[in-house]
Structure formats: structure tokens, C-alpha cells
């Protein structure tokens, strides 16, 4: 009879721990399909991806300055006598579409120049020592030209009449940019990052994303384009913003107009604009 408990309780005891078992492994397959991206919830961290363009010498592509830095990758070293020549370019300039260019010219030291107002004048900082270099140009506070290298910032440059020796620089560097062009003299830049407006005409971008996946006015449909996402989100009034991924092709609608947490991988959230706003920008 103590041997029959005994054998009892052994077998009782075996059958616990395999239940713990089966109970932890079902926990470690239900967290792995939430990590899997299987359903969007508010710890969607995955940043989108950054993606490079080659650089194709003498093309116009649109980038607009003033909203979007310009980014461009180099792999040459100081003293090769290789150089980065980008022009900005204006859609309504007066006089031609120019406004403003950059070379920077990897001598020793290394140089840059800023076409109609300066000639060539040394970085005032020493480069990062690292042969593959990521560049930022960008504009603010009017005429203020910013040049970042791996992060370390190595040109604030304020144009001005003291600044400048081309009376005429105003007539250039004061333009907006809408477009720029890697000359063919470039040597240095192969590739850039490539900017543009995401949200069709009604709607503007704005960062980040609603979690879930939209609402019963749309969720997870498959459309072919992000215009065809915006043309669902228009026949319904109570659509005040979409999201929109070009690798899944799902299109979103939402009852919301603005996100409330961060991006969610590649999906563009376009709000749709009220009729006052579309008219300024017709304007």
C-alpha cells in the first residue's frame, strides 16, 4: 500500500512538471509571434530604413532643403583631390534655377567653396579619421549653410554682405530649394539620400503611426498604390488619415488625424488636410 502512494505521488509529480513545461513553452511561442510583427501594438520600435540612391551625375532629382537635409556617403581620403560639387536649384528662380553650390575637395587640408559668395577656405575642423564618411548639408536661420561629417558639425557659415565677395549672392542662396544636382565634375559622392513628398495631393505627412490596424472604415486592405489608399480615404467622411506601407501594400484608414505613438517600419501616416489648409497651399 506505501509503495502504491508512493508510485502515486511520483507519477503525480512527473505529470506537474511536464504541465510547467507544455505552459512555459506555449508563453515562449505567443511572445515570439507578437515580437514576429504578426499584430502592431504600441511596442512597434522597427525604425524604417534609410534608402541610399546612387548618385547619377547631371540629373535634376527633387529635395527639398528646407525640409529634408541632404545626405551623401564618400569614401574618399584627405589628399586625394577628390570632391563632392552638389548645386541647389529653384523650380521659380529668376534668372536660371540656381541657388547656391557646395564643393568640398578633399585636399590636404580639406577645402570647401560656396559658389557666388566665397572661394575656397578650410574646413575649420578636423575631419573624422574614418575613410567612409556620411555628409549633411543643410540650411537655417535664413542664409545659414550647416556641414556635418559623421556628426561632427565642420561648417556654420553665415552669408552675408561681410561674409560674401558676390554682390549678387542674395540672388542665389536666398532661393528655396527644391531640387539639386551632383555635377559631373563630382568625384567623391556615390551615393545620396533620396527625399520626397509621401502623401498624395490632401494630405500631409506627418511622424508617426495609431497602433493597430486602422479602423472597421479600413483595415489591412491590399491596394496597389498609395494614391489608390488616399482615394479609399476620401469616399469616407469620417477618414481624417491612412497609413500606407509600399513593401506591404496595406493600406489603413483611421477616425484619428494625428499619431500617438512613434513609426511603425516602413508605413507613411498621411493626415488629410482641411479645406482651409489646402487653400493656402494652392497659394
Not at 570632391?83 to 521659380?92: C, L, P, Q, R, Y
Not at 575642423?125 to 555628409?135: A, D, G, H, I, V
Request: charged share 30%; net charge neutral.
Amino acid at each position: 500500500k506505501q509503495w502504491y502512494q508512493r508510485r502515486v505521488r511520483g507519477i503525480s509529480l512527473k505529470m506537474m512538471l511536464c504541465l510547467l513545461v507544455v505552459v512555459s513553452w506555449s508563453a515562449v511561442l505567443v511572445e515570439s509571434q507578437q515580437l514576429s510583427g504578426d499584430t502592431q501594438t504600441n511596442q512597434s520600435t522597427v525604425s524604417s530604413t534609410e534608402l541610399w540612391t546612387s548618385v547619377q551625375h547631371g540629373v535634376k532629382v527633387p529635395h527639398i532643403l528646407a525640409k529634408y537635409p541632404l545626405k551623401i556617403k564618400t569614401k574618399s581620403e584627405v589628399g586625394s583631390g577628390e570632391k563632392i560639387v552638389v548645386a541647389f536649384m529653384s523650380s521659380d528662380g529668376k534668372d536660371g534655377d540656381q541657388a547656391g553650390t557646395i564643393v568640398i575637395h578633399f585636399t590636404s587640408p580639406p577645402r570647401y567653396r560656396l559658389f557666388w559668395c566665397s572661394g575656397f577656405i578650410d574646413l575649420p575642423t578636423r575631419l573624422p579619421p574614418q575613410k567612409n564618411k556620411t555628409w549633411k548639408i543643410y540650411k537655417k536661420q535664413g542664409s545659414r549653410i550647416f556641414i556635418e561629417c559623421n556628426g561632427v558639425k565642420v561648417v556654420n557659415f553665415k552669408l552675408s554682405d561681410d561674409t560674401c565677395k558676390d554682390d549678387d549672392w542674395e540672388e542665389y542662396w536666398e532661393r528655396d530649394v527644391t531640387h539639386i544636382r551632383f555635377s559631373r565634375s563630382d568625384t567623391a559622392s556615390h551615393a545620396y539620400l533620396f527625399h520626397q513628398d509621401n502623401c498624395p495631393g490632401g494630405y500631409a505627412e506627418e511622424e508617426g503611426d495609431i497602433p493597430g490596424w486602422g479602423t472597421r472604415l479600413g483595415s489591412r486592405m491590399w491596394v496597389s498604390s498609395r494614391q489608390e489608399c488616399a482615394d479609399r480615404c476620401d469616399k469616407q467622411s469620417l477618414c481624417l488619415s491612412f497609413e500606407h506601407s509600399n513593401t506591404q501594400r496595406y493600406c489603413n484608414l483611421n477616425m484619428m488625424a494625428m499619431p500617438s505613438q512613434r513609426k511603425y517600419r516602413d508605413y507613411v501616416f498621411c493626415r488629410k488636410l482641411e479645406e482651409e489648409e489646402e487653400e493656402e497651399e494652392e497659394e
